[in-house]
């Protein structure tokens, strides 16, 4: 009251008024720039246009994505009313082929996780990867002898593998199976990561005998703990896909490993409800082809999309005109021919298939 009686104070007020509104405009533009994670996360359906994946895995985008069947010979989607059952062709034949492989080796089939959401991008909870189609989790529970239902899908809760205050394996609940899963998913050229939780990266360092090169493959972190993340590398007609750092070349058992089982890792946050990269992430933060990702028209339905590992799928996406969002995304794809997947068995990728590129 008294500051409003001095005349004097008046332009100090003016400038401080002004200084407010610039304030709340400025705050109000942050606020009204969409979120990346709002974008991606509410498409249903991928971009047609040949598979390629821009940016990195936590940073980034996909074209071509195919839909994993909710239910195969030796798989179930789990969780699938979250839409994440989306991966590039590379990814979604080599979870095919490590459900078949599995059953092969004695695991009854594989409970299938998050892979990515139809377009990739950040998504609304869960995950900073998984942004690029070329990530999946997969459940170190076996599918169960009786078919799940939907419901039971949504709400059937996985097995927690690790004790939460040793950091250590159960070892009632690990098995050779589970190691012998962990192995054949390590053992294709095309995966360069698995995450596990450190506890389960221990009982291999512990357990495994013979060959132990792939234990390389095997990386720990945080959670984990009921599934493990499979992680493919960039695939060709990706110029745009940002390759990880290669794992260093021994079985990782050593002083890296005895850090996990240290204080540090799991100090407690000390900001918990800081918010996380994916929930800020606007399409500024994306490569900028993403924008055209957005952009893109969707494919003509679900069962044009769901991969089916042969002709089916390329027919039906043939037959409809195929969008080109942008000369970003049809004029950058390189060579995709039906070997480079590479996956032995595996039929050919039945979509359209970017041409190589010439004098390549
Ligand atoms: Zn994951």
């Not at 250590?168 to 053992?187: C, G, M, N």
Request: charged share 20%.
């Amino acid at each position: 009251m008294t500051l409003l009686s001095l005349p004097d104070r008046k332009p100090f007020l003016t400038a401080a008024l002004a200084l407010v509104t610039l304030a709340a405009l400025a705050a109000a533009a942050i606020s009204a720039e969409p979120r990346a994670k709002d974008l991606f996360g509410a498409k249903k359906l991928p971009a047609v246009a040949p598979a390629q994946s821009f940016g990195f895995y936590s940073k980034g985008c996909f074209t071509g994505g195919v839909a994993l069947p909710m239910d195969g010979p030796a798989w179930e989607v789990m969780r699938p009313a979250r839409n994440r059952r989306w991966g590039h062709p590379a990814m979604v034949a080599l979870i095919e082929k490590l459900a078949r492989d599995a059953q092969a080796d004695g695991w009854p089939g594989l409970l299938v996780g998050d892979v990515s959401q139809p377009r990739g991008g950040p998504m609304m909870t869960g995950h900073a990867s998984h942004q690029i189609g070329l990530d999946a989790d997969i459940w170190l529970t076996p599918m169960p002898s009786r078919p799940l239902t939907m419901a039971q899908r949504e709400s059937m809760s996985a097995t927690l593998m690790v004790d939460e205050k040793t950091h250590l394996v159960k070892d009632a609940l690990w098995t050779p199976a589970h190691t012998r899963l962990l192995r054949r998913a390590a053992s294709y050229p095309e995966v360069e990561r698995i995450l596990v939780n450190p506890g389960i990266k221990k009982k291999l360092c512990d357990t495994v005998t013979g060959d132990r090169s792939w234990l390389r493959k095997i990386r720990p972190f945080w959670g984990h703990d009921y599934h493990f993340h499979m992680r493919i590398g960039c695939q060709p007609g990706s110029p745009g896909c940002k390759a990880q750092e290669a794992t260093p070349d021994d079985d990782g058992c050593g002083k890296p490993l005895a850090w996990w089982f240290t204080e540090e890792p799991w100090r407690p946050n000390k900001n918990p409800d800081a918010p996380k990269a994916r929930d800020l992430m606007t399409m500024a933060n994306l490569p900028r082809e993403c924008q055209a990702v957005l952009a893109a028209a969707d494919a003509p339905s679900l069962a044009a999309v769901t991969y089916h590992g042969g002709s089916a799928v390329a027919v039906a996406v043939a037959e409809q005109p195929v969008a080109e969002p942008a000369e970003t995304i049809s004029s950058s794809g390189a060579a995709l021919p039906a070997q480079a997947s590479a996956f032995a068995p595996t039929p050919s990728i039945g979509i359209p298939l970017p041409r190589p590129r010439p004098g390549n």
